[in-house]
């Protein structure tokens, strides 16, 4: 029986895997999207993670489908995120007030669903003053659209703002941050893990594997596996493979191998485990990788392996860029 974790302050109990959809329609078709939301459902994970975002909206439409099968929905707690252009016009995007209400009734229609369970700027929007999202989300709220609100990749000030203005209002708090956390890039935990536990907010966090560097899947930085994201979008996705941080996945699937582990599943352990995280988000591109990633949610990371994670990368630092999406951040 998978062991249920808290989410923040909240009522609701989440496993400690969540499933992530950016695969689904890019490159995953439908019917295996369906076999991976059976799969992840029956062992127990029961948050699904999307974005209006993925493949232009496609994800949110294979979800609802699925969804619409019938017998899911009340097992399935359904997150999804707004930000990213929508269209070309200038206020398709944001956290702007016009784009969060619209953005969320297509979201809702998409999916086939009256409300969203968990609806989450996909990033902060510095040009749009903090108190207007706040209170789209909270009107979103009163409206039975969405239950909870929560952010993600924001940097740790903007979550305690995010608190603060909230009270200062009268709003609802945002209940959950959404970041990128994986052993070559630990930035997280120098003031962004902290600032969540102190305020009560779940953690979520993205790229656990990061994009299969720390599962030895990269031999070299300049040549990608042909059905990696490096391979199959480029780009930022591109920017994240460096020579340095491919020498660290690699030294640490040995690490894992002579231990007797799979390097993905000790590298999701990892996360999983660590202080302050309620659930790392698995994104399986295929049924095999998450059949192969489900015992996580039933393994300790092994203690004796901590200090020679630390070593390959040591608390706080970085071996990869796995915050350059972030425009508030250079780094």
Known sequence: MTHLRAFGKTGLRIA???????????????????????????????????SNSYAKGEAERIIGAWLGQGGRRGRALIATKAYYPTGSGPNDRGGSRAHLMRACEDSLRRLGIETIDLYQTHRPDMDTPLEETLRALEDLRRQGKIRYAGSTTAPAWRVVEAAWTADQAGFARMVSEQTPY??????????????????????????????????????????????????LRGGIYAQRITAGAVEAGNRFAALAREAGWDPA?????????????????????????????????????????AAACDALVPPGHAEANFHNTAGWTRG
Do not use: H
Not at 20 to 36: L, Q, V, W, Y
């Open 16 to 50: 400690p895997l969540a499933l992530g959809t950016d695969n689904f329609a890019n490159p995953t078709p439908r019917d295996e999207s369906f076999a991976i939301l059976d799969a992840a459902l029956d062992a127990g994970i029961n948050l699904i993670d999307t």
């Open 265 to 305: 599943l000790l590298a999701l352990c990892w996360v999983k485990d660590r202080p302050g995280v309620t659930a790392p988000l698995l994104g399986p591109r295929t049924l095999a990788q998450l059949r192969a990633a489900l015992p996580a949610l039933e393994t300790a990371f092994p203690a004796d392996l």
């Open 182 to 231: 994986n052993l070559l890039d630990r930035r997280a935990e120098n003031e962004l893990l902290p600032a969540c536990q102190r305020y009560g907010l779940a953690v979520l966090t993205w790229s656990p594997l990061a994009m299969g560097m720390l599962a030895g899947r990269y031999a070299d930085a300049a040549a990608p596996p042909a059905d990696s994201r490096m391979a």
